[in-house]
């Protein structure tokens, strides 16, 4: 039998052409990716607290921390000092910031009441405070371990925050001649209102 060489006209061609291009990619998309499977294997847990309502806002400072302890008053101890700590760490960043931007206005950056200003805002750092508001608690107990987990939720009042640093800053001399206290409001309120736009975003 006579054989007749098959021919492929241009056209043929190039849909031959497009359709081993294409092949390779229809190929692997059909294919599970494993970071996909990877992330349906795994199950969400949401530790307590994680709430928007334990979240800071413009008008409170919260933290959300746990311990874990053989002893649940230990427990329960250390994780509230971690959280007033983290409290009072974020206010005396705050304090300060707020400080700055008012000794800015002032034109009191390179005087020695800039100094004593951000003073202020380090007692705040430093401080054990006493007025943080326990607004959630849990313990947990490990049946493996025999460990308790205690979980605390805490805020502070963002007023509260301003008027002791006032109270502060009036109860220096040499500041409490200098102080504009309707110009460290302002500065204040504007602060909150920039963190309230970003929370908005």
């Known amino acids: ?64 921390y746990s311990h874990e302890s053989e002893d649940i008053s230990q427990a329960k101890t250390r994780a509230r000092m971690k959280s007033e700590l983290a409290i009072a760490q974020t206010a005396g960043s705050l304090v300060k910031s707020y400080l700055k931007d008012y000794t800015a206005e002032r034109k009191l950056e390179k005087t020695e009441l800039n100094s004593n200003y951000q003073a202020i805002g380090e007692l705040w750092t430093r401080e054990h405070l006493t007025n943080c508001i326990v607004i959630g608690e849990e313990l947990y107990k490990n049946k493996t371990t025999g460990l308790y987990t205690y979980w605390v939720a805490m805020e502070m009042n963002r007023e509260e925050l301003y008027t002791k640093t006032v109270s502060r800053i009036k109860a220096d001399d040499r500041l409490r001649q200098d102080f504009d206290e309707q110009q460290f409001r302002k500065v204040y309120e504007q602060g909150i209102n920039e963190l309230q736009k970003e929370q908005n975003q």
């Open 1 to 64: 039998m006579k054989r007749f060489p098959i021919q492929i006209t241009g056209r043929i061609a190039a849909k031959v052409i497009a359709f081993l291009a294409v092949f390779p990619a229809l190929f692997f998309a059909c294919k599970p990716s494993k970071p996909l499977a990877k992330v349906e294997e795994q199950v969400r847990i949401e530790t307590p607290f994680s709430g928007s309502q334990y979240r800071s806002d413009n008008k409170f400072i919260r933290a959300v």
